[in-house]
């Protein structure tokens, strides 16, 4: 496997300051963020934050499962970035099908911009096979308490072309999958003990929100082991929808492409902001529109 490209603000960082830093909520940790991780070119190497807790400990992300071994916890990943594969799997052909191709890029830490116990800022580049840069990123995450038994995570995004045109941002149903499968954006593979409960303000499971635009989206779990969950998606961009899986595994994304291509244009960057609520216990729609209420967006 030939080594990374590393920017000059990489070769700038200290030594060891990229190694899975913390988010830190009220004197607990609440997540870890593997920046770095040494994964097969095939399972989509990008940042990721696992293990996501509650304030409680409960944990509610899964990483590498057998099942989707390129699931990795709560990340930004997109199947088709011009023609690249920076999801991991394998690639939706239309008119044949999920094909295994040597297409695989990787979304690389390229250096830090500030770092603390309650967020994380750093930029990113988005990568074919080859090494050549699609997208330069500069990404934001923060982690702020929502009373003593939740906390917001954030994470603001902005894509900027860096190929001197448009890129072009599709999906497995973009590119001629049926069944409502436009997955690609911020994805979120929770963790349960059973089928969990998905709902919108409007709607209730896997077939009646899955491509939904509602403004915000619960998932209510147990984790094996134990310890009740609610994890509270807000922050579809114009044009994004809802993906959804419960019965065959847990995740939620925010899908950039659900049903058509999504373009990053030459010189206007796209910004994405991406906030979730991770609570102990399972709200009722009632106690998720007191949280979202309460709620103080800077």
Not at 99 to 107: F, P
Not at 152 to 157: H, T, V
Request: hydrophobic residues 40%; glycine residues 12%.
């Amino acid at each position: 496997m030939t080594a990374e490209p590393r920017s000059a603000a990489a070769e700038s960082s200290p030594a060891g300051t990229d190694v899975e830093p913390r988010l830190v909520v009220g004197g607990a940790e609440v997540a870890r963020y593997l920046v770095r991780p040494d994964l097969d070119p095939r399972h989509g190497p990008r940042p990721y934050l696992h293990p996501v807790r509650t304030r409680a400990g409960t944990p509610v992300t899964d990483a590498l499962p057998a099942d989707h071994v390129w699931h990795l916890g709560a990340s930004l990943a997109v199947q088709d970035v011009d023609g690249a594969n920076l999801w991991g799997g394998r690639t939706y052909v239309r008119g044949t099908g999920y094909t295994w191709r040597d297409d695989h890029g990787v979304i690389a830490h390229t250096g830090w911009r500030d770092r603390a116990a309650d967020r994380l800022d750093h930029d990113l580049e988005w990568r074919d096979r080859h090494g050549r840069v699609l997208l330069r990123e500069h990404r934001r995450i923060t982690a702020t308490p929502a009373g003593e038994d939740a906390w917001w995570l954030d994470l603001s995004a902005t894509l900027a072309a860096a190929t001197g045109g448009d890129v072009h941002l599709g999906s497995p149903a973009t590119n001629g999958r049926p069944g409502g499968a436009g997955y690609g954006g911020f994805f979120w593979r929770a963790v349960a003990d059973g089928e969990p409960l998905v709902r919108t303000a409007e709607a209730e499971g896997e077939e009646a929100v899955n491509g939904s635009a509602a403004p915000w989206l619960a998932l209510s779990a147990t984790a094996p082991g134990g310890g009740a969950y609610t994890l509270v998606f807000t922050g579809l961009g114009p044009g994004d929808r809802w993906f959804v899986r419960t019965a065959m595994y847990p995740g939620v994304c925010v899908a950039y492409a659900f049903d058509s291509p999504a373009v990053v244009a030459a010189g206007r960057p796209r910004h994405n902001r991406h906030r979730v609520l991770v609570a102990d216990g399972h709200l009722d729609p009632a106690g998720i529109a007191a949280r979202l209420d309460e709620a103080v967006v800077p």
